[in-house]
């Protein structure tokens, strides 16, 4: 490097360095938003799998009372899967606390995920102590963030030769066509731009046509009409000379979100499952963080796109494993989010899209009991403020709003299959990504969705002890527990399979004599618990709602009530 | 450590002797894997030993690639034993099978295995098989992962006791007005249950052997428990039942193995020791075996191969009629099948013979008739005729403090006695499945290139045909195979030289696979004279190789 390159690069980073920005004295806070944050980010672009590592250590850095960050395990190509772990440390203990899950990019091309996660970690830390309700919220609960669980794959989607759709898997190599080879034919970057787009060729029976205002558009002809184009797919040549053209490209088809152990099915059923649930390493490390983490009561997965709230089921044979009563906490959340982000609609997997077996979702839900939703992020209500625009004003949005960065003009090519074609269209970060500007604004209100699943997480407080002198040195001791948020400590599917322990609900310090339950306090049902009576096993706290045990006890020295559930944390009284 | 190098050979000297000598009961899968160990270093020229994994208890899994040469191009069988951890036959039926592939000087047998390549895991549930082995024994399916059987949150609070002190767990009966298990009119040593509708009245609560730890009115419902090899697989897994893990392939044993497997694309069978029987009685096809997408029952055309290759067996291995086909959910060798996709043959390898009534009337007299065909009895009879010792527990009063003042006996057919033959029956046994796997060997798909011809269409111009045949019984590819890409497909490639080219034709084909002795004709227009090559093949079928001269 020369002297005056070293130069140059020392006032580039000076130029951007923090000493640089703004004193508080010339900001003035936008309502809604940290003022000052610790951490500059800027929310109106993307960054790489190393990109969104280096943001989690700054935010960890800045933040030490309130972000840990560690590593849950490795990618396919040894990348660490970073957690960004956000609670207020100096209230109560991380595994004490209603856990929330958050994730993004586990298709490697949904990429927004990542940034719509980092966002939140970084919304929670710079709010916290200045905005009474997040302060209150870290106090309570704990958030595990994984901004991207495909980082290989998200490298590649940003770096390598592909498409808006591709890669959507990780980064195994897989022999798409059964020919014996391994990722031997993939997409080819003919024209050197940087950028797989697509190949077309001038025929005079062609089913395209360049749209009469703007060439660069192609629409397809109507009925009995002809056009004057064909198209011959994304980039590339035969690369393996078998008369076939990227037929089997790197980072081939699997699915991530088709390898999780609830209704795995395989691939001849379902194309993606990959070998075996969780055969796909990065999903087995997520698999065992939340096996590891039974405090995760509610999660969230992102992927794109289409303005999304989806709940499970992903298959239609799985219905059975939502009941009429998870189905109510789910629409009550669901449907708030409809209103917290316009455009986005509350919908099922199976019904609503299509069947899919063995989804993140459905292993939340299904294998783990946990409240989960998957947000398709971006939706092109987003563009005009209305629902399904159509050609043309996804035309205006590209010229007009965009500026058509979006888009790689047609040039001509010589191509050693097809002659002479022409190669053009939209680059990879349109359509499915959300643009700049628009970026920080969906992610807010994403956040804000995921803000209010984790506040309706079980919230529990002993709510009464009462006492009653039976008599004989005897005393009974009723305790009422209540649950004041949405969700219960255990899903109704959760309590039918025993999928997490039953909630602990103890007296230390009492010499117990007997204990139970009692089922309705009105009426004094009760169901007695012969073994180990001081610690009463109930199956589950509902939202909303309170539960009662009782203990009769002989000794009247002081006592602690100790209430103790997995996924509604741990009070004391 | 580091040994002096005569230790080995001494150990050698020692022990090869003292293993041969010893085997009057099963091995134990400390011995199997010493066994192992011995025949890599006997037959290290045509074996090869891999580590699979360690198990929770610290027990190796290890494998056995059998054959010479490039053995991973070859047609290959995988050969499977222990799925069920108290089925101690297996194991020794699979390293049985291991042993005389290796030793034989037979010339047949050699060739076998120049032509294919034999993948031997024997043990795949140590941790359950010690148990046979162990102070208490007792019938073990699961590893050494600590599991909570019943789901309450506390592990392995309510084990079973041995209650009369003879080193087994068995069954306990305690008389109640409640019960609803009677002695069989028979033989009243075995019990039934009571049916009220034929005025039968019950007698018996039957229960595991052992006491109810935690007074939940429940008896030994979470004990050592661990994780089932044989429900833990994909195919029908049952979900949140004590045994089948938290999830699917979630253990080290079922992950690895698999493993192991996906990374041999030339197995084209599968054959397990286990309890899934489709070897004396086939898999058969049902209309609704496919719907849609979802395969739930085995296919027509494979169906077909399994009858195939069940009356090849049932030529080796006789076994009672009554022997009925059978799956088990979340078993291996209904993975290997539906989910690996090879052609997948699984049997116990033994099932207890059918006793026959003897004709002398006097002799026939001492025999009660048994209606319900009972298999309890007819195996306590068969036992007896054999002069088996030890097969049966006799009912003994112990005090039980969940009864107090109420009888309580303990009892019954002893554990592992219905699944495991006398070891004296297993050598017969293991040369009878050898043979088995030879004919299962010379059935195996073979991919050929047969009636390869040329022909000048003009100067310079050749119209190149071969017809691709597969020369063996079996398909080159199940009809589950077919359908995804863990089986590779059929690959013919035409290479030609610099100077020539095709102009009708493809260079490379990928076909869909043959069945037995089925045929596919190929035709090429090559224009340019010199030597082009025919490659065919698949990893599961082999590959052949034919060159042509165009001049």
Redo the contacts between chains.
Sequence with gaps: MKIQHIILVFIIILGFSPSHSQTPEQLFQAVGTPVNPKVQISWNRYYTAEGLGALAKKLADAHPNLIKVSSIGKSYEGRDLWCLTVTDYQTGQEMEKAAFYIDGNIHSNEIQGAEFGMYTAWYLAESFGNNDFITELLKERVFYILPTINPDARNAYMKGDNTANTPRSGMMP???????LFDEDGYDDLNGDGEITQMRRKTSYGQFRANPSNPNRMDRVSGDEMGDYEYLGSEGIDN????RINEDRVGGYYDPNRNW??G???????GGAH?????VPENRAV?EFV?AHPNIAGAQSYHNSGGMLLRGPGAEVDQGSYTRTDIRVYDALGKLGEQLIPGYRYLIVYKDLYSAYGGELD?FH??RGIFTFSNELFSSFMLFSKQRPNADERDLFNRKLLFEDNFVPWEEYDHPVYGKIEIGGNKRNYGRNDPGFLLESDAHRNMAFTIYHAYQMPKLVIEEVEEKDLGGGLKEITVTVGNQRLIPTHSDHDIK??????D?IRIEGADVVAGMRVLNKDLNQTDEQ???PSQI?VPNIPGQSTVHVRWIVRSTGDYTIVVDSQKGGVVRK | MKLHPYFWGLIFLLGFPLLIQAQNDYKDPATIEAEIRQLERQYSDRMEVGNITQTEGGRLILSMAIGEGDRDKKPGIAIIGGVEGSHLLGPELAIGIAQKLLESRDAEMRQLLQDYSFYIIPQVSPDAAQQYFDRLKYERSGNAKNT?D????RMNEDPGEDLNSDGLLSIMRIEDPTGEWMPHPADDRVLIKANPDKGEQGKYILLSEGIDN???GQFNEDGMGGVHFNKN??FK?K??TPGSG?????EKET?NV??YL?DR?NVFAVLTFGPSENLVSPWTYKRGNLKG???SGILEGDAKVNKMISDLYKKEVKAPKSVKSSTHGGGFAEWSY??YGRFSFSTPGWHVPEWKMPTDSIQKKQFKPVKDKNSDINFLRWAQEEGLENYFVSWTKVDHPDFPGKTVEVGGIAPFVKMNPPYEKVADLVDKHTTFVKTLANNAPKIRLVNVQKEKVSNGLWRVKATLMNEGFIPTTSQ?GD???????L?VDLDIKDGQQIISG???Y?FPGLKGRENRELSWLVQGNGEITIKAG??QCGQEEVKVQLN
Excluded: C
Aim: hydrophobic fraction near 30%; charged fraction near 30%.
């Design positions: 897989i022999d798409d066509d059964r020919d014996g393996d000379g078998d008369g152990g609830w795995w099915v395989p691939e001849y059923t379902q070998k075996y649930p969780f055969s698999m096996m292993w299904g294998g399979n025993k999928i997490n322990r039953p602990y012969v073994y180990n096993e | 909570d019943d789901r309450d949150g935690d007074k939940d697989l994909t897994y979900p949140f938290e999830f699917p392939v979630s992950m698999l493993e996906y694309w997408r979802v395969i539906f989910h589950v359908r995804f890409n863990w089986v590779k497909r690959r493809q260079k490379v990928l698949a990893p």
